[in-house]
């Protein structure tokens, strides 16, 4: 079996929101072992909506249905429905005290709109929804399930969670699914294809490697599907060790929904290490990206964010003379930032990245995109340059990337390491 | 006429990740005046691929694809052209140079994946891709137009931006449009919709007006259709002058693709204000905001991430009875850490911010969500709370936007202001 989903509005297709309702569901439904054949988003209007409901029911079982159920009169999801079913819309009672109870709740007033929000579909079996005025509805037909939830995200995550997901696990006969994600940085695509050639050429064919690459990292994706779950987990497993094997732990950070920020504070906070940054052309982001992980103030103290040379020589001591030699984004001064930054932070490793983002700012001997990055502690250091090609932003977030898998390197080297491979 | 866009991938099914490239897609085609019908997301199987292409030609004459054109044996998008269009896959020794020539350049090595990315379809006329390996592809076919592109945003943004609309405007007939977008922060969607009741009551019939809210803003636009562009344009730039004198120059802080660090920027440069920042719960995101602007280094001189509060009594100098008193989240804290900054790095505005992001170091005196705020010179400044009830990251998104928002209002007020309200 499989599922479709089906995202209505106007809103998603004028690109006025991004549809991120469609990959919570989808997250969910592949949990489930259910996949996901297809998302289709269309319009608001009667004809579109009865089209991707004919589409989707041809090819999938399950039908998820999120959008076109609020109170203003662009909203015709139920009166399409209906239409789909052939049947009529009725009041019902026990949607309109829910309206009713919402209504005295936050003080609001009774509208038509709101009134109508209690006519549904006569085939629905209705799905209470605690945290908005409009309830989900289920409905079995032809052999096929199609479920109608509000397009609001916390709506549609309640419904699914406290109503669809445990229906689905009782109604439907599911295969044994297993997922695996390897993430990995430091080594680019087809880099990690020529590695794992030999490993690929012999997967099972219930067993699928997916390349999912993203800014100074990849992520490597094994799907399992079978009947015995036990085996199937074990064989994911047992392949997924092998492809860590043969990348190594220093391009292998970590599996799952992991970051490589969280990869590296965990790092940090096995091997007691307080961290420090010194941030020119990233600005604040490397700090960003470690105070995103809750927890992050065990291992992180905090930084500079030295944006004018003036702050680079008096908060982080680098020598004058290192910048007029050398310039502002050069392995002296990225050393002396790291130096600096561990010295005034009071810290164990500082990271440092100096570099010119664009669009302006570059030389023939230092072009837009040419980033350096060194990581040190009290007795070592390591630097590096970049050579990069994106735009601002890009070359930014490659640089933050870039500097927190440098320091995980570093500190693998440093602090103990599983190989032999050097940062 | 109108566009379908079909993304192609495995993981966007199993939710792994977001499909944010059709919203950018469907906002830059409504931009051109081409309304988006459908998006369709299928799998890297063919038979999905060529029912996609099948069932978006049957309502559109343009169809964009991104997806699937990736070095590895999952990236099918090409051959499921070649099947759809009756064509064959030949060499194309242009793509070829274009990889041999990033190769070289990168320092990589030639790999298989990489050589077969040089086969195409041989109807495609090919779209040169600067920031990756594989070229867009347009197709002339059946009075359609077919384009496909890769997956990778900044990539497919590009080809958008230097290919495809270019040639979309050469290629189709398209009526006026004339967009406008007020930036505005400081005010929620309702109490707007208040303020513009009148304006709105009375918007002729050829001109909408659209709330699209953000995270501590809300973007309005304007979006006008019509014969004679002119006009078309002198009407919607008069109702936008209109809305901007009833919010105020407070509330609004730009138009079109601006940011409120953009905004500030801007503002800096023009008093030649030397800003700072001192950040706790934001870790760093207010100086990577402003960073991602080019030319920020002309009023931004960097700043602080006070993570721990060593930190922000060593580096900033907040007193350690302040702390022990008030605490680190405290109206008191922040206004030590804005002066602090203000000294030590030599600015004449400072913008701090301290907070309980979450989800840990609640209280019930200061819950999760708890944001202080302050802005100050050497002689006023500016305190705010927030009380916020996102998850972290959306806490501290809301923090530093806000930061922004106040720093701006303190400027306006203090160093010259068109109007007479109060920050």
Redesign the interface.
Known sequence: MNASIITIGDE?????????N?????????LLGI?????????DGET?ILS?LS?ASSISELILITGGLGPTKDDITKQALATYFGVDLEFSEETYQQIKFLINKYNLKMTTGLREQSYMPNNAQLLVNKMGSAPGMWFDFNDKVFVSMPGVPYEMKYLMKAEVLPRLKVQFDLPAIY?K?ILTSGM????I??KLENI?ASLPPNI??????GVAQV?L?L?GRGNDEIKLRESVESIAQEIIAKLGVEIVYGHGEGSLSEALLTLLNEKKIKLA?A?S????????L???I????NS?????????N??KE??LGVRPETLKSHGAVSKETVFEMAKGVIK???ANVGIAISGI????GGTPDKPVGTTWIAVANETHYYTQKL?L??????N?KYSANAALRAARQFILKQYGNETDESP
């Open positions: 998603i297709l004028i690109g006025q929101i991004i549809d991120t469609s990959a919570w569901m989808a997250q969910q439904l592949n996949p996901v054949r297809k998302i289709i988003t269309c319009s579109d991707a589409e997922h994600t680019g695509e087809s880099g294809a020529d690929e699928k490697l997916a390349y999912l690459p992520r994706r799907t940054t941030e052309c990233t600005g604040g982001l490397v700090g960003h470690l105070t995103s809750p927890g992050a103030s992180y103290v905090g930084g500079i964010i030295a944006y004018s003036r702050i008096r908060r005034h932070f009071e983002a664009g669009p302006g050579t090609e994106g735009n601002r932003i890009l930014i």
